[in-house]
């Protein structure tokens, strides 16, 4: 099984300012999946209700698959890195 | 064996074209027959799928503090590509309908619902052959896998 990233790195630089940046994805990404979690709980029953109503026009595929297609995408960004410069700054973001 | 394949390995015999070409165009006419072949590289090993895609983009000498030109360097997983390939499944019936028919009214007659996860394999596995090197006045561009 592939993990999601654990860290993600930014470096913004311009001619004068480098400001680099950590976010621990490890700690982050529990606590998002927390809330999310919770915002579920409290919109599910209007969630049923609205899948009910749509199950005939298969509006019921992507609300059941949502999740776990995003959760596969996450898991495959480690590795992922952008490197943008021009001549007045630059970005960085890798995710490790 | 058809008459295509038989071509190619006259090619091949005649030294027209090189081993790894010879097995990229068995390769599609199989694909196309409905047949598979054996991805193998020169040594008869399995070559490994690539597990990056690189773009590369470096502006020449002499425009590298041109406001407009950027240096950029990405490096993309390939799970990355399969993964989003699986966000398709998110596309209600509806939007795929449309999605063809707009498509096809552009002369592309193609249905996304076709595309399976075995010609994303393949797709991925060619990506390690390709390299696409563009060459401009102010830049120079470089895409592969490996």
């Known amino acids: ?96 | 064996m058809g008459d295509n394949q038989k071509r190619i390995l006259q090619m091949l015999a005649e030294g027209k074209i090189s081993v790894e070409e010879a097995t990229r165009l068995l390769s599609l006419v199989g694909a196309e027959n409905g047949t598979t072949v054996n991805k193998s590289s020169v040594d008869g090993e399995p070559k490994p799928s690539p597990k990056y895609l690189y773009v590369r983009v470096e502006p020449k000498e002499g425009h590298e503090k041109d406001p407009e030109n950027s240096r950029v360097n990405i490096r993309i997983p390939v799970g990355l590509i399969r993964a989003g390939m699986k966000l398709k499944a998110l596309i209600p019936p509806q939007a795929a309908d449309e999605v063809n028919r707009s498509m096809q009214e552009k002369g592309l007659k193609f249905d996304i619902r076709d595309i399976k996860d075995e010609y994303l394999e393949e797709l991925i596995d060619a990506l390690g052959d390709t390299e696409i090197n563009v060459d401009t006045k102010q830049a120079g561009i470089w895409i592969h896998a490996e």
């Open chain 1, 1 to 96: 099984m592939n993990w999601p990233p654990y860290w993600l790195k930014i470096r913004i630089e311009d001619e004068q300012h480098s400001f680099p940046l950590w976010l621990p994805l490890f700690i982050i990404g529990p606590l998002v999946l927390l809330l999310l979690l919770a915002i579920f709980l409290i919109i599910l029953p209007f969630a049923l209700l609205a899948l009910i109503f749509t199950w005939e026009l298969g509006w019921w595929r992507p609300v059941f698959l949502f999740f776990p297609a995003i959760f596969c995408v996450i898991t495959q960004l480690r590795g992922f890195k952008v490197d943008v410069g021009k001549t007045n700054g630059r970005v960085h973001i890798v995710f490790i």
